[in-house]
């Protein structure tokens, strides 16, 4: 059979989004899994009530405090942190499943839990911080998005200035101006990062063919 370059495995990577509350990471996840096949989410489980619209088991996987505690006990996150007032974790077998296939994963998740999962797949890791254009866009976006209280707004405007303290520990920085030049800025940095040399596994075998070493 002839070989061609779509013939070469490539190992998955684990493509994490953070930003303060209400910056765009969501709006941007979305566009990039509507057009990119390769890449799927990492459906987190949390204990915050639904927001209207919300799906179980598509944005999240809605728990009780006490289901989330028996998951930590049963070691089934990769990471998980306590954000805001309630407990988020990722699950940590799909996550594994799809890296086997050679696809890649998008997490949704805030800095405490990248530095958890920095500390256990740091090569596997390709971290993005989005940043508002300003704490007054921050702010209108919160609220045009309407569906958290005024309360759990002031909430989340009063952590944004400690959550974007953490932008130095990402690899790429996006300000998230105008959506679509931030969902390509996401694409370039995954068209690039999957092109690194140490994802491309079958590479050394394609090219010992290419010089009719086999
Ligand atoms: N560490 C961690 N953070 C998560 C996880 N899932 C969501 N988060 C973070 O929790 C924060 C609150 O998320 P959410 O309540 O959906 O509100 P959002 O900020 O509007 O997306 C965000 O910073 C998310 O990135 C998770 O599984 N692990
Ligand atoms: N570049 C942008 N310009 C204007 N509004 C935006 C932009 N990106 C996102 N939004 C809007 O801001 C609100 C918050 O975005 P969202 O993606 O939910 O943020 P996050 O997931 O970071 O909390 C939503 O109403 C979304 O439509």
Known sequence: ???????????????????PSGAGKTTISRALLARDSGISMSVSATTRAPRPGEVDGKDYYFVSVERFHAMVENGEFLEHARVFDNFYGTPRAPVEAVLAQ??????DIDWQGTQQMRQTARADLVSVFVLPPS???LERRLHTRAQDSAEVVAKRMAK???????????DYIIVNVEVE??????????????????RQVGMHDFVTRLRGLE
């Open 135 to 137: 704490v007054e866009e």
């Open 160 to 170: 944004a200035g400690d959550e974007m303290s953490h932008w130095p520990e990402y």
């Open 1 to 19: 059979m002839p070989q061609t370059s779509s013939s070469i495995g490539r190992r998955g990577l684990m493509l994490v989004m953070s930003s």
């Open 181 to 198: 030049e931030s969902i390509a800025r996401v694409q370039a940095i995954l068209t690039a990062e999957r092109l690194k040399r140490e």
């Open 102 to 107: 050679g696809r890649d994963v998008l997490f």
